[in-house]
């Protein structure tokens, strides 16, 4: 039993889900598909929380040592977070899918969740490429699902544009990997390339990781893809794709830039310089958003930034030799994604409940839902509490982490700004959370009816966890420490 | 192992033009040949680098074709994009669709 089967066991419920839509045709079940994926994506979680840790080759015969699957807990980490926010977001499209071709809305739904799967799995460059492009091209075709609108049939094309760009790149740069090596497996990698040391080529391809996955992942001169497809795709694709699919490429560069690629001086300033200005742009930009939807996103951009400079941070501080500070900023810089990928998924699902009721994306018209939609109002004041990351609870302690990483042997004025910047964007961001907060119970609202059952119950699950999460923010932190431990060298 | 050879320059050449029509060009069909142009260049670089003294590499060869496979996917999803985006404002001009820019 490995990953390989559990993806093959996904594979065929997204060929009867697909097919099933003959079966709802016939016996007039318009729900059917979704029961099928919702069955297959529960068994692909449960197969997948079975296997133990271990690398495996499904095909042990072959001459090519390529395809190659990896369970450690850092992979385990990561898929558990796809699958807890991937339930939740199937669970929402019941209600919310209502068109007739809504079998392959679940055939690509589930077709996205195993590509990030398998792409968290893969412990080879090219393996991880693959896995990705299947991920991305279901994504491409989520957000232009309803592509007899403008917008997401243009937004979807501006998304395919840009991430097939940085795929491309990080696949370029795999190649000149490939040409020093003469292998693309990431154990073997950091093997050979330890033994090699850094040279001008090396530091070029690392550099092309950074520019392609920083693409993937919207850090900031790469970010323009992002809002759009945010506001267009459906609320819980939205919900996904800032949650998770952002998220996988971190993962990916987390793993590149701190245990397989040499340290190259250069290139922890890039990663620091690059977060720091997806942070502020993104909490600047979101001030001045008039659509609640873009206004999401632009936060998206600016914890993606937070991460980013995290993952900087610990890079420069691993070069200068501060093992277990670095191991605590990387854990700052993992559990805050975890607790991003649980808030905004959250908030996008409450506030996809009343753009539903209301029928439009305008903050205007979004003003005091919190008096009439009380459940609703309590689950995204659960998101926000999160997001915002006040003292004692969850959100904190990575921010915090990130924040030591940083101010660690402040000599220079680089970090001294960076350090500044990076505290002002936390407190810019609760600003705007505390604004959000505001207008939600300012103002009237006309509809006082809440959104349905099932979208209702998936918000539930989600706001649970975080709770759960703030009441024992220590569980969260340890599992991302003991995870970095698994990535770093030493 | 030998990095830079004929193939792997040629590689990087193509990189450029690949980059460069799309950020230069307006017309839709254009850059999604860009993107094609970018992953031939990826092709190519492959294979300069799987060059050994009896032939190319089967890794080489393997990734090649797979990518293929893949670009082949990504270059269909695009061109029906491309369509819809045509129906719904009769040109391939950019600059005219571009209604999301902030």
Redesign the interface.
Same mark, same amino acid.
């Given at each position: 039993m490995g990953p390989q089967d559990a993806l093959l066991v996904s594979f065929v419920f997204i060929l009867i889900t697909s097919l099933s839509d003959v079966l709802r045709r016939k016996l007039n079940y318009p729900n059917l598909p979704g029961y099928v994926a919702l069955a297959g994506m529960i068994s692909l979680l449960i197969l997948i929380l079975t296997i133990r840790d271990g690398v495996y080759r499904p095909l042990i015969n072959s001459?090519?040592p390529?395809v190659e699957l990896k369970v450690d807990e850092f992979s385990r980490f990561f898929t558990l977070i796809i699958s807890i926010l991937a339930v939740p977001s199937l669970l929402y499209s019941f209600s919310y899918i209502r068109e007739e071709s809504r079998a392959s809305y679940y055939t690509l739904l589930l077709l996205l969740v195993t590509g990030l799967i398998g792409s968290v799995f893969s412990n080879d460059l /090219?393996t991880f @490429?693959?896995f990705w #492009?299947l991920a991305s =091209?279901s994504a @491409? &075709?989520l957000v !232009?699902f309803r592509?007899w609108h403008? #917008?997401p %049939? #243009? %937004? &979807? /094309?501006?998304y395919? $544009?840009a991430c *097939?760009?940085g795929a $491309?790149t990080v696949? @370029?740069s795999t &190649?000149?990997l490939?040409? =020093?090596t !003469? *292998? *693309?497996n990431l154990d073997e990698l950091s093997r050979i390339l330890s033994k090699v040391g850094s040279s001008q =080529?090396i530091a070029m391809s690392a550099a092309l990781m950074i520019i392609g996955l920083g693409t993937t992942a919207a850090a900031t001169p790469f970010h323009m893809w992002l809002?759009?497809a945010h506001s %267009?795709a459906p609320n819980p694709i939205s919900a996904l794709l800032s949650g998770v699919v952002v998220k996988v490429p971190l993962y990916m560069l987390t793993r590149l830039m701190l245990s397989v690629l040499p340290f190259t001086n250069g290139l922890s300033y890039a990663l620091i310089v690059l977060g720091v200005a997806s942070s502020l742009l993104g909490n600047l930009?979101a001030l001045i958003q008039n659509d609640v939807k873009r206004f999401l996103a632009y936060s998206t951009i600016a914890n993606v930034g937070y991460i980013f400079t995290g993952i900087g941070a610990c890079y420069r501080l691993l070069m200068i030799g501060a093992t277990e500070l670095a191991i605590d900023t990387a854990a700052g810089a993992l559990s805050h994604l975890a607790v991003h990928a649980l808030s905004k998924g959250l908030l996008f699902l409450c506030v996809g409940n009343v753009i539903e009721e209301v029928g439009s994306r305008f903050f205007a018209s979004l003003e005091g839902y919190g008096r009439r939609m009380p459940f609703t109002a309590a689950f995204s004041l659960v998101a926000l509490v999160g997001l915002s990351g006040i003292p004692p609870l969850v959100g904190y302690y990575g921010k915090s982490l990130i924040t030591a990483g940083i101010a660690y042997k402040l000599e220079d004025l680089f970090s001294l700004i960076v350090l500044a910047l990076v505290e002002a964007n936390f407190a810019l961001a609760a600003g705007y959370y505390a604004y959000f907060v505001f207008r939600m119970f300012k103002g009237r609202f006309h509809i006082s009816r809440e959104a349905s059952k099932t979208a209702l119950l998936s918000e539930f699950f989600i706001a649970a966890i975080i709770v759960f999460l703030s009441l024992q923010p220590s569980l969260l932190v340890e599992e991302a420490r003991a995870c970095a431990k698994t990535v770093l060298p030493g | 192992m030998d990095v830079i050879n004929a193939y792997t320059v040629a590689a990087a050449a193509l990189l450029t033009i690949g980059l460069y029509s799309i950020a230069a060009k307006r017309n839709l069909i254009k850059l999604v040949m860009g993107i094609e142009i970018i992953a031939t260049a990826v092709n190519l670089n492959f294979i300069g680098m799987g060059l050994r003294e009896n032939g190319i590499d089967s890794l080489a060869q393997m990734y090649v074709a797979l990518n293929m496979a893949v670009s082949a996917a990504v270059l269909a999803l695009a061109l029906a994009f491309v369509t819809i985006l045509f129906r719904h404002y009769g040109t391939l001009d950019s600059s005219k669709i571009a209604r999301l820019r902030w």
């Amino acid at each position: 039993m490995g990953p390989q089967d559990a993806l093959l066991v996904s594979f065929v419920f997204i060929l009867i889900t697909s097919l099933s839509d003959v079966l709802r045709r016939k016996l007039n079940y318009p729900n059917l598909p979704g029961y099928v994926a919702l069955a297959g994506m529960i068994s692909l979680l449960i197969l997948i929380l079975t296997i133990r840790d271990g690398v495996y080759r499904p095909l042990i015969n072959s001459p090519l040592p390529v395809v190659e699957l990896k369970v450690d807990e850092f992979s385990r980490f990561f898929t558990l977070i796809i699958s807890i926010l991937a339930v939740p977001s199937l669970l929402y499209s019941f209600s919310y899918i209502r068109e007739e071709s809504r079998a392959s809305y679940y055939t690509l739904l589930l077709l996205l969740v195993t590509g990030l799967i398998g792409s968290v799995f893969s412990n080879d460059l /090219f393996t991880f @490429y693959c896995f990705w #492009e299947l991920a991305s =091209i279901s994504a @491409y &075709s989520l957000v !232009g699902f309803r592509w007899w609108h403008w #917008e997401p %049939a #243009e %937004a &979807s /094309f501006k998304y395919l $544009l840009a991430c *097939t760009v940085g795929a $491309l790149t990080v696949l @370029y740069s795999t &190649s000149l990997l490939y040409g =020093i090596t !003469g *292998t *693309t497996n990431l154990d073997e990698l950091s093997r050979i390339l330890s033994k090699v040391g850094s040279s001008q =080529i090396i530091a070029m391809s690392a550099a092309l990781m950074i520019i392609g996955l920083g693409t993937t992942a919207a850090a900031t001169p790469f970010h323009m893809w992002l809002p759009d497809a945010h506001s %267009a795709a459906p609320n819980p694709i939205s919900a996904l794709l800032s949650g998770v699919v952002v998220k996988v490429p971190l993962y990916m560069l987390t793993r590149l830039m701190l245990s397989v690629l040499p340290f190259t001086n250069g290139l922890s300033y890039a990663l620091i310089v690059l977060g720091v200005a997806s942070s502020l742009l993104g909490n600047l930009a979101a001030l001045i958003q008039n659509d609640v939807k873009r206004f999401l996103a632009y936060s998206t951009i600016a914890n993606v930034g937070y991460i980013f400079t995290g993952i900087g941070a610990c890079y420069r501080l691993l070069m200068i030799g501060a093992t277990e500070l670095a191991i605590d900023t990387a854990a700052g810089a993992l559990s805050h994604l975890a607790v991003h990928a649980l808030s905004k998924g959250l908030l996008f699902l409450c506030v996809g409940n009343v753009i539903e009721e209301v029928g439009s994306r305008f903050f205007a018209s979004l003003e005091g839902y919190g008096r009439r939609m009380p459940f609703t109002a309590a689950f995204s004041l659960v998101a926000l509490v999160g997001l915002s990351g006040i003292p004692p609870l969850v959100g904190y302690y990575g921010k915090s982490l990130i924040t030591a990483g940083i101010a660690y042997k402040l000599e220079d004025l680089f970090s001294l700004i960076v350090l500044a910047l990076v505290e002002a964007n936390f407190a810019l961001a609760a600003g705007y959370y505390a604004y959000f907060v505001f207008r939600m119970f300012k103002g009237r609202f006309h509809i006082s009816r809440e959104a349905s059952k099932t979208a209702l119950l998936s918000e539930f699950f989600i706001a649970a966890i975080i709770v759960f999460l703030s009441l024992q923010p220590s569980l969260l932190v340890e599992e991302a420490r003991a995870c970095a431990k698994t990535v770093l060298p030493g | 192992m030998d990095v830079i050879n004929a193939y792997t320059v040629a590689a990087a050449a193509l990189l450029t033009i690949g980059l460069y029509s799309i950020a230069a060009k307006r017309n839709l069909i254009k850059l999604v040949m860009g993107i094609e142009i970018i992953a031939t260049a990826v092709n190519l670089n492959f294979i300069g680098m799987g060059l050994r003294e009896n032939g190319i590499d089967s890794l080489a060869q393997m990734y090649v074709a797979l990518n293929m496979a893949v670009s082949a996917a990504v270059l269909a999803l695009a061109l029906a994009f491309v369509t819809i985006l045509f129906r719904h404002y009769g040109t391939l001009d950019s600059s005219k669709i571009a209604r999301l820019r902030w």
